[in-house]
Structures are given as structure tokens and as C-alpha cells.
């Protein structure tokens, strides 16, 4: 297995420009997880899903952030618009079992301007 | 509220040596924890994990104690090797009910 793919791996973009984050989760996995890692607030989770839908979403952070899971294949974590205080590494994680081992995908760096 | 704390940002220690990494809760209803090791520019990979029915979990290098009354767990690595260098990330969870609440990490440092 390929494992949990993100992309892009480093996204570099303006203030106030729509940002879109992907995640692959491995397959069978039932959750998916958005995570976002920064110095001050270490790793904190934004979203995560069970079989496409949106379980708990009390970790976004504003109305400007927004995740979807079309099928179960495949998420977006999407800003709008983006801000400086953005900047941070975003996770993607999935797991088969609900709250135990998780597995991550390799991040993307956004870094807004 | 950090419900999960590992209040050494950082750790270096020579290789060869015992590493030893804190954690501590404030959460009684956690019954599950984990430890998830991160090296730059990749995402955290699982290391070892304990259940609160145990006191200690053992997995080669890698031992995980438990103190409940402490609200306490630490992760032992024995002996110490180079590769070993990275961020450690302490989690917790009440299984089956609530998402991991991470730890901010401890970098561990192993000098050769």
C-alpha cells in the first residue's frame, strides 16, 4: 500500500488567495483526519470523518476553512481566504479502527504571504 | 487547556544511553494512549502504545510506563542509537469515544 498521499507537499501563496489541500487515505481505511501542526499550538485536529461524513469539526478554526470527503477515496481541506496565520503543516491521517493507531500522510507545508 | 502535556520541547542524550520522555494528563477519562515518532518533512508514524488495564508496555527498544494516579506515562528507549533522533509525540484518547489529543512533542536528540 502507497500508505496516505497528500498534495501538494509545499504550497506557497498570497493572502487572501483560496488554498486547496488533497489527502489519498489508505484504502479501507474508515476515518480520515485533518491535523495541523504548528510551533505554538504543536498538532491539533481540525476534522475527521467516518465513512465520508463529517464527524466533528469543532477544530476548525473559522468559517474560512472548509473540509469535504466526496468518496472514500479522497478529501479536501480547503481556505478561503488565506491568511498569514495559516502557515502552518497540514496533515492528512487515516485509521480502520475509530480512535486508536493512525496513519499520516507526509504534510503539506503552506506557507501564505 | 492542553489536556495532554510534554514539557521538555527538547532532549539530547548520547548514544548508547537511556532516553526517557514525559508525558502527562489532565483528562481521568483517557484509557488509551500512544506514542507517534516524527523525523523532518514526513508525518508521524506510530511507535508503541499501552491500554490503561497495563502498567507497562514493551516492544524491543521501547518501553511505555503507565502511572494512572500519577496521570504520567514516559517512553524508554534502550540503548540509544542516532536513527533515534527525532520528535516524539505523546497522545491520548478514551477508546472508542474521542479523538487523540496530542502532545506539543519533545525532540530527542542522540549524540553520537
Known amino acids: 500500500d502507497a500508505g496516505v498521499i497528500q498534495s501538494p507537499r509545499h504550497e506557497v501563496t498570497e493572502m487572501g488567495q483560496e488554498v486547496t489541500l488533497r489527502c489519498k487515505p489508505i484504502?479501507?481505511?474508515?476515518?480520515l483526519f485533518w491535523y495541523r501542526q504548528t510551533m505554538m499550538r504543536g498538532l491539533e485536529l481540525l476534522i475527521y470523518f467516518n465513512n465520508n461524513v463529517p464527524i466533528d469539526d469543532s477544530g476548525m478554526p473559522e468559517d474560512r476553512f472548509s473540509a469535504k470527503m466526496p468518496n472514500a477515496s479522497f478529501s479536501t481541506l480547503k481556505i478561503q481566504p488565506s491568511e498569514p496565520r495559516d502557515s502552518a503543516v497540514y496533515f492528512c491521517?487515516?485509521?480502520?479502527?475509530?480512535?486508536?493507531?493512525?496513519?499520516f500522510g507526509p504534510g503539506t507545508r503552506l506557507t501564505v504571504t | 487547556d492542553q489536556q495532554v502535556k510534554q514539557n521538555s520541547p527538547s532532549l539530547s542524550v548520547q548514544e548508547g544511553r537511556i532516553s526517557i520522555l514525559n508525558c502527562d494528563y489532565t483528562n481521568s477519562m483517557f484509557d488509551y494512549f500512544l506514542w507517534y515518532k516524527k523525523y523532518p518533512a514526513e508525518g508521524p508514524t506510530f511507535l508503541i502504545s499501552?491500554?490503561?488495564?497495563?502498567d507497562k508496555n514493551e516492544d524491543g527498544r521501547f518501553t511505555v510506563f503507565l502511572n494512572k494516579s500519577a496521570k504520567h506515562l514516559s517512553l524508554h528507549i534502550v540503548p540509544s542509537q542516532p536513527g533515534d533522533s527525532a520528535v516524539y509525540f505523546c497522545a491520548a484518547t478514551s477508546e472508542g469515544n474521542t479523538p487523540l489529543v496530542f502532545g506539543k512533542g519533545t525532540r530527542l536528540s542522540v549524540i553520537a
Open positions: 499501552i491500554s490503561s488495564i497495563k
Open positions: 491521517a487515516s485509521s480502520s479502527i475509530p480512535m486508536g493507531e493512525q496513519y
Open positions: 484504502s479501507g481505511h474508515d476515518y
